[in-house]
């Protein structure tokens, strides 16, 4: 039994061991190797690989895939004609040459995200402070991202290289600073009200002259109307009073018994109508007073 123990004793040290001096770089990663505080080596294939057991040998990752640095501060920068701009930005980068970014920036991505963040502020400083605001939101910003990302390679590869690699700078927003937002905002609100008042103003008074124009035809056309019918119903009164005399001329008595008929459907048109007079002496009633004679006249 004892020697079943030693032998599993053994195997487990041996085991914890092994783990000990075997590890894996991923795909993704750089494998750095320390050998008491200084690197050993820098693994930059993936796969199984072998070091001294620490504390003779430790090793730590890199990320080396392609990184994003977004911008994280809303402080304004002046742009030549001293306005106060807030920009959003970003930077695409990664780590090419492990042993030189452990050595001038940091252990790990952190270190060189905050360094790179700083240099890319002051260089966008820089730009911005020779260009106007209307530069800023035209094609000449591609210029602008441009001379930034060349003032930022220049400065991670200076006289102590960083061991990265800038693939990218973009603007993603040129805004005013909030002061300055609400001015503009309310001096396009005071324009637009401006302008839609001038618009209300000039369709009123269209409208008005359309109307006026529109009330003067309607007179002008009632007025035409009234003209010619005036004129037809003269023509047709003409017409009848040509015919009525044709008519009368041929029994003169008929047409004054026809007359008298009509002045007295005129006169009683209503039950309330109330007339006094002389039947005897008024010559309104002689057709009354004369009925006979007056038929007797009207057969003739």
Do not use: C, H
Not at 54 to 60: E, M
Not at 233 to 247: S, V
């Amino acid at each position: 039994m004892n020697r079943i123990g030693l032998i599993f004793s053994s195997l487990l040290v041996l085991l914890a061991l092994a783990s000990s001096t075997l590890f894996v770089v991923d795909q993704r990663q750089f494998g750095v190797v320390y050998a008491l505080g200084q690197i050993k080596e820098v693994i930059t294939e993936p796969g199984l690989n072998w070091k001294l057991p620490p504390p003779f040998q430790n090793v730590s990752y890199i990320d080396k895939r392609l990184l994003t640095l977004d911008s994280t501060d809303a402080e304004p920068m002046l742009t030549a004609e001293k306005q106060r701009v807030v920009i959003d930005w970003y930077v695409r980068w990664r780590i090419s040459e492990p042993t030189e970014y452990i050595r001038n920036v940091g252990l790990n991505e952190g270190a060189g995200a905050s360094q790179l963040n700083r240099v890319v502020r002051n260089a966008f400083q820089e730009e911005i402070n020779k260009r106007t605001v209307k530069e800023l939101l035209s094609l000449k910003r591609e210029d602008l991202m441009a001379d930034v990302k060349a003032e930022v390679l220049d400065k991670v590869r200076g006289a102590k290289p960083w061991g990265v690699d800038v693939v990218d700078v973009r603007i993603t927003r040129v805004d005013y600073v909030e002061a300055i937002t609400e001015s503009v905002y309310r001096r396009m609100e005071a324009e637009r009200k401006r302008v839609a008042n001038e618009l209300r103003s000039t369709g009123a008074a269209e409208g008005e002259k359309i109307r006026a124009d529109a009330d003067r035809q309607r007179e002008v056309t009632i007025a035409n109307a009234y003209r010619d019918a005036q004129k037809i119903k003269g023509e047709g009164d003409a017409e009848a009073a040509k015919i009525y005399a044709e008519a009368f001329n041929r029994d003169p008595q008929f047409a004054q018994f026809y007359r008298s008929l009509e002045a007295y459907k005129s006169s009683f048109a209503n039950k309330s109508d109330v007339m006094v007079l002389d039947p005897g002496s008024s010559e309104f009633f002689k057709v009354f007073r004369n009925g006979a004679s007056g038929s007797s006249g009207a057969k003739k």
